[in-house]
């Protein structure tokens, strides 16, 4: 090699080092700023979860009611409320700005999402010492909760408000002990609405049957697709931006920049969707169909009370539960897996399985001040 060729060599390898340093640092800082090191998820997740306060003045008492009130289960993580605080009262509104008009075009499970933060908040009213009376939305489009000065009435259900989640994980399968199956089989009910347990090998198959029905009706929809991605949360800078839709990690998934998960959700197969169901649902102690005798928003709120009611008991037993709504969300396949589920005239709104699971990373809520009107 002559003097020219080896100064052009090494040239050439130092722009090449050059070039792979540029590129190293580039890489480091655009992962350091897309997963925000400095940001503490789970910081935020447990100070929207703090305990419960009482004897505070009225108006604090009644923003921590709301508070309790938002930590409910609703579609997506949409939040899809709003708040007003009357003189003796609380007004929960939709906010409609929020709804999912793929998944829920007619606002279902919007309203169910209504009633399980309804739910929360009668628990925390009682707690903090008012007697709750409740007009639903039969003529108007919200619900009102008159609230009278009263005697503290503890629910042993309010400890476990912050403590509920919608837990996707697979379960460990172990069968869920006698006493406490005994203590959630029978839930205290809303009228027009009921409860069916399915735990048998039979029963088991049809659920499954119409979870993978679902999921592969689901995930070839283009526009279902599109819904979910636009409320995946896929890195915690993301979710703490918006504080609200469907964080990765709390699913089991991992951090990943926007496009890369956009990517890999768009490219999944909706056989791998359903596969990923057929195990969690194998893995579980067993199934709870919500039914109802009619399809309007007030039994749809009363549907959000029940299921609440049925999560925060299972929570307090260390018993978790998640929703597989598929089958009650594509229409083709609601009235079928009706009759197939043996509810006569019933219909079908909420599908959950349950068992025991670790817990998963907690799920953010806007603060009060953002639902509040
Ligand atoms: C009406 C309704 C429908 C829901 N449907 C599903 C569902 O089909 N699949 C699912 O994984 N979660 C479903 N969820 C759970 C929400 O995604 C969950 O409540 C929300 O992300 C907040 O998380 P958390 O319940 O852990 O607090 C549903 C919740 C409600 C109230």
Redesign the pocket.
């Known amino acids: 090699m002559n003097k020219i060729q080896s100064h052009s060599t090494i040239r050439r390898r130092n722009f090449l080092k050059y070039l792979a340093a540029v590129g190293i640092t580039a890489a480091g800082g655009y992962m350091f700023f897309e997963y925000a090191p400095w940001l503490n998820y789970d910081e935020q997740a447990k100070q929207i979860r703090r305990p419960f306060e009482k004897n505070l003045t009225k108006s604090a008492q009644m923003q921590e009611i709301v508070r309790y009130a938002t930590?409910?289960?609703?579609?997506?993580?949409t939040q899809p409320w709003k708040f007003v605080i009357k003189q003796n009262a609380i007004e929960i509104y939709p906010d409609y700005a929020r709804r999912l008009s793929v998944?829920?075009p007619g606002d279902?499970?919007?309203w169910?999402?209504l009633g399980?933060a309804l739910e929360n908040l009668l628990i925390a009213a009682r707690s903090a010492g008012y007697t709750p009376e409740v007009t639903y939305p039969y003529a108007v489009d919200f619900i009102r909760i008159r609230l009278t000065a009263d005697t503290m009435q503890r629910s042993p259900l309010l400890d476990a408000i912050p403590l509920?989640?919608?837990?996707?994980s697979e379960y460990t399968s172990q069968i869920i002990k006698r006493n406490d199956f005994d203590q959630i089989h029978a839930p205290p009910l809303e009228p027009g609405v009921v409860v069916h347990f399915v735990t048998n090998s039979a029963g088991l198959k049809t659920v499954l049957e119409y979870v993978i029905q679902g999921n592969l009706s689901q995930y070839a929809d283009k526009a279902f697709v599109d819904e979910l991605i636009y409320w995946l949360r896929f890195n915690k800078k993301e979710a703490l931006a918006s504080l609200d839709?469907?964080f990765t990690r709390?699913?089991g998934n991992p951090e990943v920049p926007r496009w890369l998960g956009r990517m890999f959700v768009a490219g999944m197969k909706p056989q791998q969707w359903a596969d990923a169901d057929t195990k969690k649902l194998r893995s579980s102690h067993g199934a709870v169909v919500l039914a109802s005798e009619s399809d309007d928003k007030t039994t749809w709120v009363r549907t959000?009370q029940v299921?609440e009611r049925i999560a925060l008991k299972m929570t307090s037993l260390n018993i978790k539960s998640?929703?597989?709504?598929?089958p009650v969300?594509v229409t083709k396949l609601r009235s079928q897996f009706q009759s197939a589920i043996g509810l006569g005239a019933y219909l079908p709104q909420?599908l959950m399985r349950f068992g025991y699971a670790n817990t998963?990373p907690?799920?953010l809520?806007r603060p009060i001040k953002q639902v509040l009107i």
């Open positions: 930590l409910a289960a609703n579609g997506h993580n998944v829920d279902r499970e919007l169910i999402s399980c509920r989640q919608n837990t996707r839709g469907l709390c699913s959000g299921y998640a929703f597989i709504n598929q969300e909420l998963m907690r799920s809520r």
